[in-house]
T-cell receptor
Framework: QQQVKQSPQSLIVQKGGIPIINCAYE??????FPWYQQFPGKGPALLIA?????SEKKEGRFTISFNKSAKQFSLHIMDSQPGDSATYFCAASRPGTYKYIFGTGTRLKVLA | NAGVTQTPKFQVLKTGQSMTLQCAQDMNHNSMYWYRQDPGMGLRLIYY???????DKGEVPNGYNVSRLNKREFSLRLESAAPSQTSVYFC???????????FGPGTRLTVT
């Protein structure tokens, strides 16, 4: 019940493509869903986050889609660029806790 | 404003040796965290400190101890290192509760 399942494990797209990364969870108590971006040799950094009272959130070229009934959420990267090549992690958190449960990560490569 | 700093950046230990990983933040955050990152397994929480003076176990606490020295500093100790502890260790901090976590640059630890 505490797991967050992330797919795919790796993804290669051409420049301008729209990579989509999916995450699924079981625990309906989760109420905060962030995505983190990590470049090689660096720590993860928050990219965008959503709460379950909205179905979509956009920040620049990054969009989270949230399906509460299916207990799934996904990250879409519009007009992807080589500079977006990184590892992306989804996560989930319950209210009243200080902890995230992270997905296993997706390594994205955007070809020039 | 350095954010979250970690020392050392790299370390090689022999089985059975001990060491302490240091973490400090200058953002006046209440909560601090230690994660380990292994290929294909994402980020797993080792210990966290919700506020100064408190520490709690995460998903994978065995073989580790922590100390919240003051509001700024949170250290992770390996008393008797094992090859299974070969990993990249990240410290993070947050203002408290659910919200953005800020990660340090990581410590790459190899235990032979």
């Amino acid at each position: 019940q505490q797991q967050v399942k992330q797919s795919p494990q790796s993804l290669i797209v051409q420049k301008g493509g729209i990579p989509i990364i999916n995450c699924a969870y079981e625990n309906t108590a989760f109420d905060y869903f962030p995505w983190y971006q990590q470049f090689p040799g660096k720590g993860p950094a928050l990219l965008i986050a959503i709460r379950p009272d909205v179905s979509e959130k956009k920040e620049g070229r990054f969009t989270i889609s949230f399906n509460k009934s299916a207990k799934q959420f996904s990250l879409h990267i519009m007009d992807s660029q080589p500079g977006d090549s990184a590892t992306y992690f989804c996560a989930a958190s319950r209210p009243g806790t200080y902890k995230y449960i992270f997905g296993t990560g997706t390594r994205l490569k955007v070809l020039a | 404003n350095a954010g979250v700093t970690q020392t050392p950046k790299f370390q090689v230990l022999k089985t059975g040796q001990s060491m302490t990983l240091q973490c400090a933040q200058d953002m006046n955050h209440n909560s601090m965290y230690w994660y380990r990152q292994d290929p294909g397994m994402g980020l797993r929480l080792i210990y966290y400190s919700a506020s100064e003076g408190t520490t709690d176990k995460g998903e994978v606490p065995n073989g580790y101890n922590v100390s919240r020295l003051n509001k700024r500093e949170f250290s992770l100790r390996l008393e008797s290192a094992a090859p299974s502890q070969t990993s990249v260790y990240f410290c993070a901090s947050s203002a408290g509760g659910v919200g953005e976590q800020y990660f340090g640059p990581g410590t790459r630890l190899t235990v032979t």
